[in-house]
């Protein structure tokens, strides 16, 4: 158990997360990537976070991490506002992928293919995480290891703007959450500033879905 876990069976919340049906290793993601096994890839950045930047929640400018990266969509609009924009990936495929798009749309950001858990060092001292779909895709056992591994990237007041699954599963990935849930894991770390269930989500997505805007506790 990590330095910032909470004792099994000692939680606040309901446990809505289900079980891994499948490994959620590097060889797993990049296999899904190469099958086009990749239903969470919305083709573009996702409207909510479009909305949050519009509305200045995360700033003018900074350095920005993308955990989970995926093709990039979310990367390369936050880049496209002068952000210094760093994503990982632990597909190879999707961090290739990603590349490709930010060269073919003339946005300039750097993509690796490494492991949230195991950030290269140069990797802190973000002043903003953007977070979407990698949250809801590692263990559930592994989540108050993401709340340290994204505050430890984090200079202190830094912000972590994420968009999380609030929904109910046996098995995934994804794997659901509760605001409840949320709030707890993260309050060992941060203070939420703002917490609010967009509006402009995807059809299949709407209410299913809650924006948390995060500042990085001293």
Request: hydrophobic share 40%.
């Amino acid at each position: 158990m990590s330095a910032d876990a909470t004792p099994p069976g000692d939680v606040p919340f309901r446990d809505v997360a289900g079980r891994p049906k499948g490994p959620l290793d590097g060889g797993a993601w990049d296999a899904r990537w190469i099958d086009g096994n990749t239903p969470w890839d919305l083709g573009d950045a996702s409207p909510p976070f479009r909305s949050a930047i519009a509305e200045g929640l995360v700033g003018a400018t900074g350095r920005a991490l993308v955990p989970g990266c995926g093709a990039g969509h979310d990367a390369r609009l936050l880049a496209s506002t002068g952000f210094d924009v760093t994503g990982v990936d632990l597909s190879p495929n999707a961090a290739a992928h990603a590349r490709q798009l930010a060269e073919d749309t003339g946005v300039a950001m750097d993509v690796r293919v490494a492991d949230l858990f195991a950030l290269p060092e140069e990797l802190t001292e973000f002043d903003l995480v953007l977070e979407h779909t990698c949250f809801c895709a590692i263990d559930p056992t592994r989540r108050d290891d993401y709340v340290r591994a994204v505050a430890d990237a984090l200079r202190p007041g830094g912000r972590l703007l994420g968009l999380f699954f609030t929904i109910e599963v046996e098995e995934g990935p994804p794997f659901g959450a509760t605001e409840a849930e949320i709030r707890h894991r993260f309050g060992a770390r941060f203070t939420i500033d703002i917490a609010r269930v967009p509006t402009d989500s995807i059809a299949p997505r709407l209410g299913r879905e809650m924006l948390f805007l995060m500042t990085r506790n001293a």
